[in-house]
């Protein structure tokens, strides 16, 4: 009886120091994340900046993906997810990049940006000379080029992947729909973002310098 409550009692352990630590590697999945970050709040902070007025294109675009991106933390991952809401239903990593932008106010084809080759869309929302392209042994010569440039919003396209990465003026993140653990957007330290370091091939396009999405 003694030997079976030790059991209990170190499963119960393991699964409240798990608990602990989701909570503080990915807060967006405790249950109270989306309380704050709910979707009638991000239809209200979408119309909100609509009617800023700002004069600083660059300024202008990474106010307004750090004001939404939050919202998209957890939102689970799906190959085939297409949801247009932050923590409902699945978006796969495409949708999640073009749906971003669009929320953004610039109005692109969402769906077929989405659902083309991740250099095709960096080319049609990015202008050729913002346009970065590394190989697989090149991560500390795109890393000393992100740091370098300082604070700005890149969309990166991978060998089978997308996503954002953002110089916030501290850190550089990985912000994407991730196909693996823990299946969600989630925002990663790019020094530890895995799948973007060993892709292959890395095409690295500056949206918060480009002119050509002004375009839309």
């Known amino acids: 009886m003694k030997t079976a409550l030790r059991v209990i009692g170190v499963i119960v352990l393991c699964v409240l120091a798990l608990g602990v630590f989701i909570a503080i590697r990915f807060p967006f999945l405790t249950p109270w994340y989306h309380k704050k970050y709910n979707a009638a709040a991000y239809d209200e902070e979408v119309v909100r900046l609509a009617t800023i007025s700002e004069t600083d294109t660059e300024t202008c675009i990474m106010s307004r993906f750090e004001a939404l991106y939050?919202?998209?933390?957890?939102?689970?991952?799906?190959?085939?997810?297409?949801?247009?809401?932050?923590?409902?239903?699945?978006?796969?990593?495409g949708y999640f990049v073009t749906t971003m932008v669009r929320d953004m106010h610039f109005d692109i084809p969402r769906i077929k940006l989405a659902q083309c080759a991740s250099e095709e869309m960096i080319i049609s929302l990015v202008d050729k000379t913002k346009i970065k392209r590394y190989n697989g042994n090149e991560n500390e010569l795109m890393l000393k080029y992100i740091e370098e440039k300082g604070r700005n919003l890149y969309i990166i396209g991978l060998d089978n992947h997308t996503g954002f990465v953002l110089h916030d003026g501290n850190d550089i993140w990985f912000i994407h729909s991730s196909g693996t653990f823990p299946f969600c957007v989630v925002k990663d330290k790019i020094a530890n973002a895995e799948v973007l370091l060993d892709s292959k091939y890395k095409v690295l396009g500056n949206l918060s310098e480009s002119g050509l999405i002004w375009q839309y």
């Open 70 to 93: 939050p919202y998209w933390l957890g939102t689970r991952w799906n190959f085939n997810g297409i949801t247009e809401t932050p923590g409902e239903g699945s978006i796969a990593c």
